[in-house]
């Protein structure tokens, strides 16, 4: 994740004034949380917030019997790491949807991300909660965002309400409400125009919205490269508005994150969402503790685990582990496996969730446009060629290169690849079969 890159060098830098250090002392912790309070204000973390924080954490680590087995800087960095995880609200908190129909209110600054957001959050709810969806364009005065908000309910197969004629999102929303109870959705996602919070008119206008509709979840989009500014105006749309949570949105940009760290702090709400990329997938539910393990170098394997259970079918696996053992992965296949790969997310995003992993890929250039070449010469290839590799000789291949606007050493390359994987498979599926013939082999006694 791009936005913590300068934050979690430094706090790794922070810690190595602990390293060769036997034990815990005032002074060398004195000196580490200098570092680390240093690199909180570097990411844009709230002065008073980024103090308290340390002062915390020097209280805890002073406050415990370090373990003989466990090294100074280790302790440290897991009360640092608890720490981070309760600043940033403790615990993920679940979206509300008592209701029927639950509504859901989203509000935010212009350019925040909102109607990106509706959309990915509709897709959200369908998709993994079994939600039925109606989609509300409440922003009259953006043209543009009533037509995104279409495209975007179009790619999920969402519909979208609108009334082309009503320029009062005050009554689009309330006879929203009305249809959604007539047509049995469960759901209401209501899209609303960016006000500034100075703004009187505008902020008198959602709280009206707010009053007709009665919102089981008023949802604040914050766009987390504003930076501390985020956070001051989450403050008073939280005043106006009392919302149920914040959702952080642009995590992939070039941002110091401290907006991420501060603003439960102050609006004392949890942050609900995460979201980044344009993808409807590229939404996840905001885990503190996670979060803390990727800002401390330390990776992310439940999140990425989830992502690969979610693309994951049993009955599929179950059928691909009899292809492989009879020598039967083809084309087909090899195209399947890359295609629920490519549904998990960006490449370098899951890379980062590996510990160890994601500082040493920070400044590879990985083309996210990686996997079409593979799958361009696959498509070229006939129903015959892709069931029965074997019949690929140098005349097809070359018939595969021109279709796929390739060159016939990167056809090579690549039917290479699918062999060498084929083999890999068997050897491991004969491997298991082995092992498992071992172990219920009867006992000589």
């Known amino acids: 994740m791009t936005m913590f890159d300068n934050l979690s060098e430094k706090l790794e830098r922070a810690f190595k004034t602990l390293k060769g250090e036997g ?8 000196e580490t949380l200098k570092e680390v309070r240093k690199a909180l204000l570097d990411a844009d973390v709230n002065y008073k917030i980024a103090k308290d924080f340390t002062d915390k954490v020097k ?55 909102k109607t990106t957001f509706s959309g990915k959050l ?33 790619q999920i197969n969402v519909p979208v309400y609108t009334e082309d004629d009503n ?21 209401v996602i209501i899209d609303t125009a960016g006000r500034l919070a100075v703004d009187q008119e505008m902020m008198d206008e959602i709280t009206s919205i707010k009053k007709v509709t009665n919102p089981e979840e008023i949802l604040f989009v914050v766009d987390s490269m504003t930076g501390q500014d985020a956070v001051n105006t989450a403050k008073a749309f939280n005043d106006r508005l009392d919302f149920n949570g914040v959702v952080l949105t642009k995590l992939d940009g070039d941002t110091r994150g401290g907006a991420a760290i501060s603003v439960m702090s102050v609006v004392h709400k949890p942050i609900k969402f995460i979201s980044s ?15 803390a393990d990727r800002i401390l170098g330390m990776g992310d394997i439940v999140s ?3 992502k690969a259970e979610e693309q994951y079918n049993e009955e599929e696996a179950r059928k691909l582990q009899k292809r492989i053992a009879k020598n039967q992965f083809d084309f087909n296949d090899f195209l399947g496996q890359i295609q629920q790969v490519k549904k ?15 500082k040493s890929m920070k400044n590879l250039d990985i083309d996210e446009n990686a996997f079409k070449g593979i799958e361009a010469i696959i498509q070229s290839m006939t129903p015959e060629e892709r069931a ?25 390359r690549i039917i290479k690849q699918f062999d060498e994987t084929r083999k890999m498979m068997r050897m491991m599926t004969d491997k298991n079969r082995m092992a498992k013939m071992m172990r219920n082999a009867p006992k000589n006694k």
């Open 167 to 187: 320029l009062k999102p005050v009554n689009i929303a309330e006879n929203a409400i009305k249809h959604a109870k007539m047509h049995g959705f469960n759901t």
């Open 277 to 291: 990329g344009e993808k409807m997938e590229a939404l996840d539910v905001f885990h503190p503790e996670r979060m």
């Open 122 to 154: 509709a897709n959200y709810l369908k998709n993994k909660r079994g939600r039925s969806l109606l989609l509300v364009a409440g922003d009259v005065y953006r043209p543009a965002a009533i037509e995104q908000l279409k495209i975007l309910g179009n």
């Open 388 to 412: 029965n590799p074997a019949v690929l000789n140098g005349s097809r291949r070359l018939r595969i290169a021109y279709g796929s606007g390739t060159n016939i050493q990167e056809v090579n």
């Open 59 to 113: 209280e805890k680590a002073l406050g415990m019997n370090v373990l003989q087995s466990v090294k100074p800087s280790e302790m440290l960095i897991k009360v640092t790491h608890d720490e981070l995880a309760t600043l940033m609200g403790g615990h993920a908190v679940d979206i509300s949807l008592r209701q029927n129909p639950a509504i859901i209110l989203i509000a935010g600054l212009q350019g925040s991300g």
């Open 344 to 358: 998990m997310g960006n490449i370098k995003e899951l890379a980062a969730m590996i510990p160890g992993i994601g």
């Open 23 to 30: 034990r815990i002392t005032e002074i060398n912790v004195a």
């Open 304 to 306: 990425l685990v989830e």
